[in-house]
């Protein structure tokens, strides 16, 4: 059998579409040379984000941890910023991260949270179970709630994350974040999240780059797609009528996750869209390009 040697041309198309797949793994991994960083619109509230200055020069200063989870540290300019997220349930009042500098003692950063009262929502739920869950469905929330948190707390120290991001699908937002909710009159955690009403099936794109870390179905959460943008910032996608990604695949701003749906608690198709930012849920709306 006569063997032929590969054409040239051929070997460069393949070299360049290597090379392309690595410059797009990189700009999810690394910020791009010169780029302004653009930060989320800071509210010192609970469920919003507290930008705080953490010190200047080249090299990146230390870690931030607040409420036991690390929190990005960026550079802006000639100095470092980290974004803090606030968790819901934080009170009013004097608060202060942890600041750990790499050549040095711990010493706190304190910053103040205003008090923010959001208003009650009151909802009525057909299927009786995501009111009052079964024993066996407590067990199933209790193995979920651990899985759950693992994916939003996920910290991924090599990946720069994108805080202006785009609505992840185009609809009227039906519920806002911070909501004290009652499901056929019983009280319930506050909404953490923001709800988008859309049909079934409208795509849902990722709102900025990433990398998908789990998909499942959830007792409460339905359908839910998690994306890892980088150094503690996670969002998640709720109540999807199908799942278009799987756990490991990158994704850059516009790509299908899956579409919007009813699975889960809900009254109605929309999409519950979450954010968190070192494990605390926050306001989607700061993130949006508006």
């Known amino acids: 059998m006569k063997l032929h040697a590969e054409r040239p041309t051929a070997i460069m198309q393949r070299a360049s579409r290597s090379l392309r797949a690595g410059i797009a793994l990189a700009a999810v991994l690394l910020p791009l040379a010169g ?3 653009e930060l989320p619109r800071e509210r010192r509230v609970p469920g919003g984000i507290a930008i705080l200055d953490v010190g200047a020069g080249d090299e990146r200063p230390g870690s931030v941890v607040f409420n036991g989870h690390e929190a990005p540290v960026l550079r802006r300019g000639s100095s470092w910023v980290a974004v803090v997220g606030i968790p819901l349930d934080t009170p009013p009042g004097a608060q202060a991260v942890t ?3 790499g050549d040095g003692d711990a010493r706190r950063i304190e910053f103040t949270v205003a008090d923010q009262r959001y208003e009650e929502q009151r909802l009525k739920v057909a299927n009786p179970r995501h009111v009052d869950p079964s024993r066996e469905d407590l067990e199933r929330i209790t193995r979920e709630r651990k899985r759950i948190d693992a994916a939003l707390g996920h910290y991924a120290a090599d990946r720069v994350p994108q805080f202006l991001m785009r609505s992840p699908v185009d609809g009227r937002r039906s519920s806002s974040f911070g909501l004290r909710r009652y499901f056929n009159d019983q009280p319930r955690n506050p909404h953490t999240g923001m709800d988008i009403a859309a049909p079934t099936g409208t795509p849902v ?12 179905d959830y007792f409460f ?14 969002t998640m996608y709720c109540h999807l009528s199908r799942i278009d990604v799987k756990p490991g695949e990158v994704v850059e701003t516009g790509t299908p996750l899956g579409q919007v749906g009813a699975t889960g608690r809900v009254t109605g198709p929309h999409l519950h869209w979450g954010v968190t930012v070192n494990r605390a849920m926050v306001d989607p709306a700061l993130f949006l390009q508006e």
Request: proline share 9%; aromatic share 6%.
């Open 35 to 37: 780029t302004a960083l």
């Open 221 to 234: 959460n339905g359908n839910t797609v998690f994306v890892d943008h980088g150094q503690g910032v996670v």
């Open 205 to 216: 794109l990722s709102p900025a780059p990433g990398v998908v870390t789990d998909t499942g």
């Open 99 to 101: 600041f750990q500098p």
